[in-house]
């Protein structure tokens, strides 16, 4: 059942992700497949890595601007919005600092 999780799982984070970043300056795109997921800003990130470990989340940051989520084939429901809380949360704090 890992690959019906993912895909349904994957939708649930993107679909948060929207939810939650829908009309925030500096987002300029989410993007994914199953549980591959990346939103792109419009400017570096790099140093939203550490910021997030700090935060206790596991991220990663590709060509400069792309946050990319790579989460556990096994979430649930909890851990899916757990995610995208804490990204999000993470994601429009750093936009408005760089403002």
């Given at each position: 059942g890992l690959l019906d999780n993912s895909r349904v799982r994957g939708a649930a984070i993107r679909a948060g992700l929207a939810e939650a970043l829908t009309g925030v300056a500096g987002?300029?795109?989410?993007?994914?497949?199953?549980?591959?997921?990346?939103?792109?800003?419009?400017?570096a990130c790099n140093e939203l890595v550490g910021v997030a470990r700090d935060a206790g989340l596991l991220i990663n940051v590709t060509a400069d601007k792309v946050v990319r989520l790579v989460p556990p084939l096994i979430y649930g429901d909890a851990e899916v919005a757990t995610l995208v809380n804490g990204v999000a949360g993470l994601i429009k704090t750093y936009l408005q600092q760089a403002a």
């Open positions: 987002v300029v795109e989410i993007r994914g497949e199953g549980m591959m997921i990346g939103i792109e800003l419009d400017r």
